[in-house]
């Protein structure tokens, strides 16, 4: 499938490429989105791609910060995943929140952009975030409707076997890692049905832990990753605070 010459990305840390870290970047991060408009653009010169997520945002917070700006740029391709750091919460309304997500891809819509959403990852391999399955399974579920109706395009995250493998996932459990960021492009641009020369590197090393091993290396994940989280949840504060889209108007990768 080929598309003309404007993508427009719009999320939270998912989107913005958090865990492929790129010091050379905006924020310090490359991430899938960044990987599918390199391939997008490479034989393009007139294409152009702004990346608005910001790391920490729910999804009102998308829908209201980012989804005017993206209509401004009139992009011919949107791809939006919002509310994972909703269902984390103590407490969501899945349907009232999906309400106001499925006016968000009616905008975008009807201004003729090509809308790709996405499903929530399955994490039934997490002692921790497997909690969340039946929260993930109801979103999904809505999620899936809501590109139906709209004949949008979905990336079914939640059926990707390969991330599975903790090697897909950095070093705090919660962000896919560069070989995770890779691997997203790929399935991205096979929805696209766009051809891609993506080389996915070496996955996260997961050494082979004795039970004491293993009990520290949990114990110090709660200490670096975990806690802060907790903490930034308890004072109403975000990793994204401060920070700014990497890629607010168009540029070529």
Aim: proline content about 5%; overall charge negative; charged content about 25%.
């Amino acid at each position: 499938m080929e598309f003309s010459t404007r993508y427009v990305a719009l999320g939270d840390s998912f989107t913005e490429g958090v865990g492929d870290e790129d010091l050379s970047r905006p924020n310090g991060v490359r991430g899938w989105a960044d990987r599918v408009a390199e391939q997008l653009g490479a034989a393009n010169p007139s294409f152009g791609y702004a990346n608005l997520a910001i790391r920490g945002r729910k999804l009102r917070q998308i829908v209201a910060e980012q989804v005017d700006q993206a209509l401004e740029l009139k992009p011919t391709i949107v791809s939006i995943y919002a509310g994972a750091n909703d269902i984390m919460r103590p407490r969501v309304d899945i349907d009232d929140l999906l309400v106001e997500y499925n006016d968000a891809v009616t905008r975008l819509s009807a201004a003729g952009a090509t809308v790709v959403m996405f499903t929530g990852f399955d994490a039934r391999g997490s002692k921790v975030f497997s909690t969340m399955r039946g929260r993930t399974a109801i979103y999904n579920e809505l999620v899936r409707g809501i590109a139906g109706d709209h004949h949008a395009l979905l990336v079914d995250y939640w059926r990707f076997s390969e991330f599975y493998d903790w090697g897909m996932w950095a070093t705090d459990r919660m962000h896919m890692s560069a070989a995770g960021h890779a691997t997203m492009a790929k399935r991205f641009l096979t929805v696209l049905e766009h051809e891609h020369s993506i080389d996915v590197p070496p996955m996260t090393p997961v050494p082979e832990l004795s039970p004491a091993e293993a009990i520290r290396a949990n114990a110090r994940w709660v200490r670096e990753y975990a806690a802060p989280w907790v903490v930034r949840r308890v004072t109403g504060t975000s990793s994204g605070d401060g920070l700014q889209p990497k890629y607010p108007d168009y540029i070529h990768l």
